[in-house]
């Protein structure tokens, strides 16, 4: 068995380099490890000792030094663990899973939009394409200005040539709004004619941004989430309605054409036991 191989099948200790208080919910963990080359929009499945196997996007990547990062909201037993870990602790990782985001692409002009936690993923994504693209602008989306992730790394990296817009659902930093809404007024209103996004977030919000790009025709790649045990296709935990597409293996980035076909996408999620849960809308 190959080295990626291992990586795979058993997770490899490693020790976090360095931790990140990013808002009060999100914690950003650094670590390095050898022989693997994620790429944006890939996930690993972090294993927090005594607890769980979680999915967490890579949300910085050194495929050079061997050294990444994710970022975690800490909302249940896994996630709150692994945000208390400190420098030296040990965790382990399995991957990268998943396909990825599709950067090579004709567009010139893109969007990134990110709602929450979901713009960890986006993050590797941004950072390549900010060092080559002129023509692409960033929507971080939250509830207050208290929880929007990297605003304070966007504002420098992306504010000098106006592409950095926010929205908060309380209106204590940007638009007024919910991030979909502030897309669409910069689809109707702005010069800048958007010719693909990528979108990670709650579900509701990016079904939203979905049925804008049906109707403006604009290419999408959304990152989605389901409940994942295996992380490489053999549970079929992950499995979408009708189609049963494996979140973790045919995604977690979906395209326009796929998304159509999806019954299920902001409609219903699944537990652990395979029961359908509704989102609310
Ligand atoms: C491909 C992928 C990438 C992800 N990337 C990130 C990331 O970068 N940062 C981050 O903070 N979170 C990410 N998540 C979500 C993260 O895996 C869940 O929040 C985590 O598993 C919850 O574990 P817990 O034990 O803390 O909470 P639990 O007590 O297990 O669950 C708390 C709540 O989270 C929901 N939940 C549990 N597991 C998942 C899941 N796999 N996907 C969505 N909701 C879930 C439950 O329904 C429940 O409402 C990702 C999920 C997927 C599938
Ligand atoms: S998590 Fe097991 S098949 Fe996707």
Same mark, same amino acid.
């Given at each position: 068995m190959d080295a990626q191989q291992k990586v795979f099948t058993k997770p490899a200790p490693v020790k976090i380099l360095e931790k990140t208080k990013e808002t009060a919910r999100i914690t950003t963990i650094k670590f390095s490890l050898h022989g693997i080359s994620p790429v944006p929009g890939q996930f690993f499945m972090v294993w927090v000792p005594g607890i769980d196997e979680i999915p967490m996007s890579v949300s910085s990547i050194d495929n050079t030094s061997g050294i990444y990062e994710i970022s975690i909201a800490a909302i249940g037993d896994a996630t709150k663990a692994l945000c208390g870990k400190q420098p030296g602790e040990l965790i382990g990782i399995r991957g990268p899973f998943g396909n990825g985001f !599709?950067?090579?692409?004709? *567009? !010139?002009k893109i969007c990134f939009i990110g709602g929450g936690v979901g713009m960890a993923c986006l993050k590797p994504a941004i950072d390549v394409l900010v060092k080559s693209r002129k023509d692409m602008i960033v929507v971080n989306a939250a509830r207050t200005e208290n929880e929007l992730l990297y605003h304070t790394r966007f504002k420098k990296d992306l504010v000098i040539s106006k592409t950095y817009f926010i929205s908060t659902d309380d209106g204590s930093c940007g638009e007024k709004c919910f991030g979909h809404e502030l897309l669409l007024k910069l689809i109707e209103t702005s010069k800048l004619k958007i010719e693909k996004i990528y979108t990670c977030g709650p579900e509701l919000m990016m079904k939203q941004v979905f049925l804008a790009c049906k109707k403006f025709k604009i290419n999408i790649e959304a990152s989605l989430e389901r409940m994942m045990r295996c992380g490489n296709g053999l549970c079929g935990l992950c499995a979408v309605d009708p189609t049963g597409l494996l979140v973790c293996k045919d995604g977690p980035i979906f395209t326009l054409d796929r998304l159509d076909k999806l019954? *299920?996408?902001g409609n219903y999620t699944r537990d652990f036991s395979g029961k359908k849960l509704p989102f609310k809308k």
């Amino acid at each position: 068995m190959d080295a990626q191989q291992k990586v795979f099948t058993k997770p490899a200790p490693v020790k976090i380099l360095e931790k990140t208080k990013e808002t009060a919910r999100i914690t950003t963990i650094k670590f390095s490890l050898h022989g693997i080359s994620p790429v944006p929009g890939q996930f690993f499945m972090v294993w927090v000792p005594g607890i769980d196997e979680i999915p967490m996007s890579v949300s910085s990547i050194d495929n050079t030094s061997g050294i990444y990062e994710i970022s975690i909201a800490a909302i249940g037993d896994a996630t709150k663990a692994l945000c208390g870990k400190q420098p030296g602790e040990l965790i382990g990782i399995r991957g990268p899973f998943g396909n990825g985001f !599709k950067l090579d692409t004709p *567009e !010139k002009k893109i969007c990134f939009i990110g709602g929450g936690v979901g713009m960890a993923c986006l993050k590797p994504a941004i950072d390549v394409l900010v060092k080559s693209r002129k023509d692409m602008i960033v929507v971080n989306a939250a509830r207050t200005e208290n929880e929007l992730l990297y605003h304070t790394r966007f504002k420098k990296d992306l504010v000098i040539s106006k592409t950095y817009f926010i929205s908060t659902d309380d209106g204590s930093c940007g638009e007024k709004c919910f991030g979909h809404e502030l897309l669409l007024k910069l689809i109707e209103t702005s010069k800048l004619k958007i010719e693909k996004i990528y979108t990670c977030g709650p579900e509701l919000m990016m079904k939203q941004v979905f049925l804008a790009c049906k109707k403006f025709k604009i290419n999408i790649e959304a990152s989605l989430e389901r409940m994942m045990r295996c992380g490489n296709g053999l549970c079929g935990l992950c499995a979408v309605d009708p189609t049963g597409l494996l979140v973790c293996k045919d995604g977690p980035i979906f395209t326009l054409d796929r998304l159509d076909k999806l019954n *299920e996408f902001g409609n219903y999620t699944r537990d652990f036991s395979g029961k359908k849960l509704p989102f609310k809308k």
